[in-house]
């Protein structure tokens, strides 16, 4: 590890998303560790509210065309079955995946993902198929009317053919990260502060430190940067990286209405990337997984001092607190919400969000040490998947900092998270992934095209 082969006495770790906070909780408990000081640098105070990590909900699926993330997910599963998913924190309510054809041609992407995160499910994973009232776990939907059956308390269309994994579900993932927190807090390993990284100290070979907001410099012997979408600002990740900006929006309903939509399947449209989850507490929210906004931003080159570069960054609500979805977005959702829930069709907005995914071109993550600063490990590159791998990510992780492969699916895994040998100039070419939306949208321009009424979001 840190490239010398020796613990670091001191770990510097930027981030207190899902990544960052559940590598300091791993460090916090390994042995090797118990001499080395870990610090967390967090840019807002926990939890900052537009992190991905942060929102009312995530969903929690086994459902994944590649079998190594369902294989990973069998060791998070039972943990959201447990103390992770106490108090609440998650609720089994399954996933019904659904397409909006029922031709093969159009959205083959979506066609193959379902076919093959059925397969998985059924075959690898050993889930039983067959109605749930016969004790099936996954029931493959081969029609609308199958669709609409299992989806009738929404009243609307909601797909085509698909299929419902009664073992999925979601979670309330501000909770999660609390609880996440809290048990960070329990060990008493880890110091917490707020503050941001401005830069990294680059030398040849190594990170001689971060220098904060205001000027402040701090040195590590390993830092692990777990920026999300701010990523690009610390390090060149072009061709590897990117902050893309996906569109949420939340409606209050009634009690009548929670107590009929409340216990439903959440649903996700692999041809359009819409998805539903079901309310609580009153709330709804409609999202999409899309190709998402790019924010191209010019910045200081964050390794060549006197150079620029121009990388895609979140904006939020946190820079502008009147920031809207833009009205492509508005529209997806509106008309999504309209066809699956007819009833709710005329409800405005309380309040939307452009939360940014960081997406790599294949959708694998980016966990790795960098290939020249020997002392810089990064963890980020989540592509709108890695919430529900909160319970034990970090324990992979922290294999990978150690170089450590675990098992077989540790192995796999760290062929998947490396830096990649060639940044990629093409555009996305996700290979475990489906996406909704129109490729090669910029925020800016999207915003200018002005507001549809109903959208102004809160401040
Ligand atoms: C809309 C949306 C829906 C999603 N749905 C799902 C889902 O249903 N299921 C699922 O499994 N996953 C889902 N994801 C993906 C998942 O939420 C992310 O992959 C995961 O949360 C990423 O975690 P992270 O730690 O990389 O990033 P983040 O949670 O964004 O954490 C990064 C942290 O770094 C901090 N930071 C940034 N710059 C600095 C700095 N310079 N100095 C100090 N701190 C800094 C930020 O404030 C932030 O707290 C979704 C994501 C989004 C955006």
């Known amino acids: ?78 943990h959201w079955r447990g103390d992770f998913g106490a108090e609440e924190r998650y609720t089994e309510a399954g996933l019904c995946l659904v397409q909006d054809s029922t031709g093969d041609s159009g959205d083959d992407a979506a066609h193959y ?44 269309d909601c797909g085509r053919r698909g299929y419902v994994n009664w073992t999925s579900g979601w979670a309330d993932a501000e909770a999660g990260m609390r609880y996440m927190r809290q048990l960070v807090d329990g060990i008493g390993r880890v110091k917490f502060r707020t503050a941001e990284v401005a830069r990294l100290h680059y030398g040849t070979d190594r990170v001689e430190g971060v220098e904060l907001v205001g000027g402040e410099r701090l040195s590590a012997d390993l830092v692990v940067l777990a920026t999300g979408a701010w990523m690009p600002k610390l390090v060149d990740l072009r061709g590897i990286a990117s902050a893309t900006g996906q569109v949420l929006a939340y409606i209050d309903i009634t009690q009548e209405e929670q107590d009929r939509f409340g216990s439903n399947p959440t649903l996700l449209c692999e041809t359009n990337g819409m998805f539903i989850i079901p309310p609580r507490d009153r709330v709804l929210k409609v999202a999409r997984h899309g190709y ?64 940014w995914y960081s997406d790599t071109p294949t959708g694998d993550w980016l966990i790795s040490y960098h290939p020249t600063y020997r002392n810089l490990f990064v963890a980020t590159g989540g592509s709108g998947h890695a919430y529900k791998f909160l319970p034990v990510i970090g324990e992979r992780i ?16 760290v062929k998947k998270w490396k830096w990649p040998a060639q940044r990629k100039e093409e555009d996305h070419v996700w290979t475990d992934d489906w996406r909704g939306g129109v490729k090669g949208m910029i925020l800016d321009e999207e915003l200018a095209k002005g507001e549809i009424g109903g959208s102004r979001s809160r401040l």
């Open 398 to 413: 922290v294999d990978v900092v150690m170089r450590e492969e675990r098992d077989e699916l540790g192995a796999e895994l």
């Open 292 to 355: 998402g906004y790019a924010n191209p931003t010019t910045i200081p080159h964050p390794e060549c001092p006197g150079e620029t570069i121009t990388v895609s960054l979140p904006r939020t609500k946190y820079d502008d607190p009147n920031l809207n979805i833009a009205p492509e977005g508005d529209k997806a959702c509106r008309e999504y919400l309209a066809k699956c829930i007819p009833s709710l069709a005329a409800r405005p907005w309380t309040h939307t969000r452009i939360c």
């Open 113 to 156: 993902y379902l076919v093959k995160a059925l397969e998985n499910v059924k075959s690898r994973l050993g889930l039983r198929v067959g109605r749930r009232e016969a004790g099936g776990q996954v029931e493959p939907m081969e029609t609308p009317e199958y669709v609409a059956r299992v989806t009738t308390s929404m009243g609307g």
């Open 1 to 78: 590890m840190a490239a010398t082969g020796t613990i670091p006495s001191s770990i510097l770790i930027v981030g207190s998303g899902v990544f960052g906070l559940s590598t300091a909780y791993a460090l916090a408990q390994r042995d090797a560790f118990q001499n080395s000081t870990i610090t967390l640098l967090e840019r807002l105070d926990f939890p900052a509210p537009d992190a991905a990590s942060i929102d009312s909900s995530r969903i929690i699926r086994p459902d994944y065309a590649d079998p190594a993330y369902a294989a990973l997910m069998s060791e998070a599963h039972p």
